[in-house]
């Protein structure tokens, strides 16, 4: 009675871990948002989907655990690393009352190692990484941490910064963190990262505001005080002596 | 004229991608600190090697760039992802001079990543990496980014928490830590991840103080506010909402 819970990486599957293809071959039923599941499509053939749309997480990790109690080898797969934002947690949650279902966490490259290696090496330093949705997570909560985290001079990295209902997320954000931080701080962004289209855009703080370039499928990087832009790469010092 | 920065994961090559992998395969010469390098020996037959000891990081990006000066290609491989405090910052700092030399990286998993998957789903929420190595970072701007992450209820992962020489480092960091967590929080620590020896403790805040499991090679996760332990597992629910 087993369900991995699958991190496939940003989409290329030059990025998925041979763990993630054996948890994948080893099981009877994949499970998962239907977008990730076709993402896979070439090494599901002959095995049970069992997918579902978009926010329907918690019905999506009971489908799961139900093929699993039916004797099933189950695995979950979710984008980038299931343990960074992804379906892991609610998964240990719907669960908890079946204490004899294993459920094994299949780490992934998740979109702030896939997307700073676009940019260079903005995370070679310490770094937060904070989603900007505020669907399930109060936005004042969201505010303090970009406040504090820039306060502290993180190196930053938002997930969602952007969806079609929130357009004005960012631009808050960027005006937070500017209170600490100077607009000309390096920063970048990456779209669509491991999968067609993928474009990596280095800017300063500033352009990261009322830029319509980036959207949902965007990865946003803010540089602390001391990173720079060597031969057009966002990079990070590791510490605080010359090279 | 190409140089690859390859992040090899944790250690077992079932983490490494497979873009990893063809970065080593394709390059004449294999870079990297020796331990690392060592590492994959599998892959390196018939390939020069040029390794350095620990600590000599600028030294071994200019070997890198060397060889790649040379004409040959060169894959520096470096442990976990190559982006997170790797040397990638380092080789593209090395080679500023040399527009015209090809910086790839490659990312990998890095600890955060692998350790998280290992004591459950701590990273589902908004997360903080630090390390607590002062060798190239003053001690008070740790304690700054300790101190105010915790107040911005990050999860934290804290990379290098101890060393020969650094054994109070932790228990301070803790200390900072409790001042606006509770000392019950829910918290881990992995030892030995993705080699021989792995394992993963769940314990409290209060727990990893004094704590002489802890070394060198672990990685701590601090969970929020929010962090339980359901059926052994450490793990953060994504939002506030009930499952």
């Known amino acids: 009675m087993k369900i991995y819970v699958v991190g496939i990486g940003p989409g290329d599957s030059k990025f998925m871990t041979p763990a993630a293809k054996a948890a994948i071959e080893k099981s009877d039923v994949i499970a998962g948002y239907t977008l ?19 926010k329907k997480e918690v019905e999506r990790c009971r489908m799961a655990l139900d093929a699993c109690l039916e004797g099933k080898t189950v695995a979950f797969v979710c984008s980038g690393d299931a343990g960074v934002y992804g379906m892991a947690g609610i998964m240990c949650q719907v669960a908890e009352e079946h204490p004899e279902v294993e459920i094994e966490v299949v780490p992934g490259i998740t979109a702030a190692c896939s997307g700073a290696a676009v940019l260079g090496a903005p995370l070679i330093h310490d ?38 209902k929130r357009v004005m997320h960012l631009d808050r954000a960027v005006e937070l963190v500017g209170m600490s931080r100077d607009m000309n701080t390096p920063c970048g962004y990456v779209k669509n990262i491991g999968r067609e289209g993928e474009r990596g855009t280095v800017c300063t703080l500033a352009e990261l505001s009322g830029n319509d370039d980036i959207d949902m499928f965007t990865t946003v990087f803010i540089g602390n005080s001391q990173t720079e832009v060597i031969n057009g790469r966002l990079v990070t010092p590791r510490g605080y002596r010359d090279v």
Chains 1, 2 share one sequence.
């Open 127 to 164: 770094f937060a990484v904070i989603s900007l949705s505020d669907l399930l997570t109060p936005w004042e909560k969201i505010e303090k941490r970009l406040k504090l985290a820039a306060e502290a001079d993180f190196v930053l990295v938002l997930y969602n910064p952007k969806s079609k």
């Open 36 to 54: 990730y599941v076709d993402l896979i499509k070439d090494m599901t053939c002959g095995k049970e989907i069992r997918a579902t749309s978009m």
